[in-house]
């Protein structure tokens, strides 16, 4: 997918002035921030089980190649095929390929945010193979011609109003004059609609949230059933998954699950944890022919041996997203990529370059929310500051901040110089701002000013007084 | 006021780190946390030697300037029992951030000195209850107070309990924010550089505070009170801000923070 992250500082400018989207930020972080904390509280091992996740992925990371190569055995054992691909475009092309050799013309979709990485959608729209998203809020922003602005919830950003107009102008076919003012009535039109669909589908392709190397099995969680219904009815299941998905068994399937679910929509458990596990043997009453794992790793290797190796933990909860209070101000789409919020502020550098992405590390308050909520306890501001780090040392700052802190780390190793500078300006400043003690305006503070006033300094430094003080009291 | 530790011990000697926010915006708040410190009992020193940790360059990615303006400090406070910041971020930096700042530097002494310091660094309101036993402040309020933890107070330093009690034991009605534990948005150099989204994030915050209908909006730390003042300032509102340590303190001669003065020159009439 193409990236519009250079473009972030116009997009937040742009998103910041939607009143239709803080109004459903709103609604999305109210909802979700004191469902995760009762899940929480309701479970006294949940800090256990996350050290036990946490120790799981440490050990799967430090031997991905030889978890991936047990779970291509498996796969094959099952009568199932592995495809490993390097970079987003020779997926791509490999999922093509798969769709010709099985004479496939329409596809129907589970939700994937790899796919959304490849582009998947108008890759294969352009070839004549037609795509189908089957989530409910993906369905929604495919209609829409949107990518998705969350992680598990990609059409978070639309008012219900919003999705009402898009049903209206899309399912022409139907009575004009329909009730859709309910979340219930929207969500069986779209169920109508897309019930027929499922078995008329050539293929189904889904993500996997987990691929288990001791059975080959991959594993999808979803609240509507429509990932079931995606693999099983189509004659040929392809999974894409990127590498990081690797988990060693099917018992630590168990206690990723359980804090997958808490974390991202406060369920103890997703209403329906779907497993594939190769195509339909003979006996079996449904499933797919053919069953395909496409491994796609455009980046994820690099990221091994990176900094931001601890990246590799996250599970694509979404607590992150959802407890950050820039997320909120500004929705997802801002950041200009697959993935937003915190975490994507760290895989989006990792995975696109830091050079397309330069503010995203950048545009965080550092207030440790994201890592205080991650199941994974992914030490998110400080990947943030490594990748600040990293475009200091690139030379990547602007000029005037490079000079800003040159200019003032001078100063400050000289305390003696900097109380003399500091004590006059901060007199000259209150003397400006007068019997208003605050500012409007001042050069080089337009971003703070324009929200806020600046308050004054009281005038003289805390030494002048420190030492009036001491000379009183001998 | 009352402590715990008795008199006849000998006294603990604490460095005041008064912080450049303080030292340059708010001298008041500096002259209240040092008062409060001796009240409880301690020995107070101000080394000369101190500008800032170096959080604003660390928090930029920009180590070595980082390292320059921190460099001072650790001589500076090397003698003293205990660091104490009144302000959980600075506290932060120094408890937390030193370490790593100059792990990689190839100055073995500096990162002896850093990890001592990280040692015996508190904010000052946990210092004063945790460490010093204080139960009731020498400042007397009946005001309603809203308290607004900083994140770094919060999440590292563990600080939110204490300054409560203490704003109680002062007589304060002590009023929770619905929204408590959310970032007001100013976060060093963000909130110059990503106006929009500090901005946006501050209107938040003083929407909430403004829906508490306090008399006061009261923190430990001299970053967030700016911004929500400034904030509360151009929404019109009539809260006071203050540090905490002012209030506990219970000399409140200055103005409140973005508040208006009686005189031109911003320091109180004599």
């Known amino acids: 997918m193409e990236t519009t992250s250079e473009r972030f500082r116009e997009s937040v400018a742009a998103a910041i002035r939607d009143d239709e989207l803080k109004g459903a930020m709103s609604k999305l972080t109210s909802a979700l921030r004191p469902k995760r904390a009762s899940a929480v509280a309701g479970l006294p091992e949940f800090d256990q089980l996350r050290d036990h996740g946490i120790a799981?992925?440490?050990?799967?990371?430090?031997?991905?190649?030889?978890?991936?190569?047990r779970f291509e055995d498996n796969v094959i054992a099952n009568g199932g095929h592995v495809h490993w691909c390097a970079d987003e475009a020779s997926a791509r092309q490999t999922i093509l390929d798969l769709c010709r050799q099985h004479n496939v013309r329409t596809v129907t979709k589970g939700k994937s945010m790899v796919t959304e990485e490849l582009g998947l959608n108008a890759f294969l729209d352009s070839h004549g193979i037609l795509p189908l998203e089957t989530d409910l809020g993906e369905y929604i922003i495919q209609l829409r011609g949107e990518h998705p602005s969350h992680i598990i919830a990609p059409a978070t950003h639309l008012q219900r109003e919003q999705i009402a107009d898009t049903f209206r102008?899309?399912?022409?076919?139907?009575d004009a004059n329909r009730a859709m003012d309910t979340a219930e009535s929207l969500t069986e039109e779209a169920r109508q609609e897309l019930r027929e669909k499922y078995g008329a589908a050539d293929a189904g392709i889904t993500g996997a949230n987990f691929m288990i190397a001791e059975t080959g099995s991959t594993i999808i969680v979803t609240n509507e059933g429509n990932g079931d219904l995606t693999q099983t009815l189509a004659k040929v299941h392809i999974v894409v998954a990127s590498l990081e998905k690797i988990i060693p068994t099917m018992d630590d399937a168990g206690v990723f699950l359980r804090l997958l679910a808490r974390s991202a929509t406060g369920?103890?458990?997703?209403?329906?944890?779907t497993l594939s596990s190769g195509p339909r043997r003979a006996g079996d009453l449904d499933g797919p022919d053919a069953f395909h794992v496409v491994l796609v790793d455009n980046g994820r290797s690099a990221m091994l041996g990176g900094s931001e190796r601890e990246m590799l933990r996250c599970i694509r909860c979404s607590a992150c997203l959802n407890h950050c209070p820039v997320y909120a101000?500004?929705?997802?789409?801002?950041?200009?990529?697959?993935?937003?919020?915190?975490?994507?502020k760290v895989l989006t550098p990792s995975l696109t370059g830091l050079d397309k992405a330069k503010d995203l590390p950048n545009a965080s308050s550092f207030c440790g929310k994201c890592q205080e909520v991650c199941p994974m306890r992914i030490p998110l501001p400080k990947l943030m500051r490594n990748l600040?780090?990293?475009?200091?040392?690139?030379?990547?700052?602007?000029?005037?901040?490079?000079i800003l802190l040159f200019l003032w780390s001078s100063l400050a190793s000289r305390p003696a110089l900097y109380r003399f500078v500091t004590g006059a300006m901060t007199k000259i400043l209150a003397g400006l701002a007068g019997r208003k003690g605050v500012f409007r305006w001042?050069?080089?503070?337009?971003?703070?000013?324009?929200?806020?006033?600046?308050?004054?300094?009281e005038g003289g430094g805390f030494f002048a007084r420190y030492d009036a003080s001491r000379k009183e009291n001998n | 006021m009352t402590t715990s530790s008795g008199s006849s011990q000998k006294k603990v000697t604490v460095g005041l780190f008064v912080t450049c926010l303080i030292d340059a915006m708010r001298p008041s708040a500096g002259m209240a946390a040092l008062r409060l410190l001796e009240t409880a009992g301690c020995e107070v020193v101000v080394p000369k030697d101190q500008s800032c940790c170096g959080q604003p360059a660390w928090n930029s990615g920009d180590i070595n300037s980082a390292r320059k303006a921190a460099t001072p400090f650790l001589d500076a406070f090397d003698t003293c029992d205990y660091v104490v910041v009144p302000s959980g971020s600075c506290a932060g930096m120094l408890a937390h951030h030193l370490v790593d700042l100059?792990?990689?530097?190839?100055?073995?002494?500096?990162?002896?000195?850093?990890?001592?310091?990280?040692?015996?660094?508190?904010?000052?309101?946990?210092f004063l209850v945790d460490v010093m036993g204080m139960k009731t402040p020498p400042g007397k309020t009946g005001a309603r107070i809203a308290y607004h933890d900083s994140c770094s107070s919060l999440r590292e330093m563990q600080v939110s309990a204490q300054p409560r009690a203490l704003l109680k034991a002062a007589g304060a009605d002590v009023v929770d924010l619905d929204k408590a534990d959310t970032c007001c948005g100013f976060g060093g150099t963000f909130s110059v550089k990503y106006g929009d989204i500090s901005g946006t994030m501050s209107d938040d915050k003083a929407a909430d505070i403004e829906g508490k209908d306090p008399?006061?909006?009261?923190?430990?730390?001299?970053?967030?009170l700016m911004n929500i003042a400034g904030r509360l300032s151009r929404r019109g509102s009539s809260v006071e801000v203050r540090h905490v340590a002012e209030v506990l303190d219970g000399v409140m001669e200055a103005p409140p923070i973005a508040g208006p003065r009686n005189t031109a020159s911003g320091r109180p009439e004599e």
């Open chain 1, 56 to 69: 799981i992925k440490m050990h799967t990371l430090d031997h991905m190649d030889t978890y991936l190569a």
């Open chain 1, 169 to 174: 102008k899309s399912h022409a076919h139907l």
């Open chain 1, 267 to 273: 369920q103890d458990m997703s209403v329906y944890t």
């Open chain 1, 329 to 344: 101000s500004i929705g997802g789409h801002a950041y200009g990529w697959v993935y937003s919020g915190p975490m994507g």
């Open chain 1, 388 to 402: 600040r780090v990293k475009q200091t040392e690139m030379k990547m700052t602007s000029w005037r901040q490079r």
């Open chain 1, 442 to 457: 001042l050069p080089l503070t337009g971003g703070w000013t324009k929200m806020r006033d600046l308050p004054a300094p």
């Open chain 2, 102 to 126: 100059f792990d990689g530097s190839g100055d073995t002494h500096a990162q002896k000195q850093a990890s001592s310091i990280a040692a015996k660094t508190h904010e000052l309101t946990s």
């Open chain 2, 215 to 224: 008399d006061m909006l009261v923190a430990g730390d001299m970053g967030c």
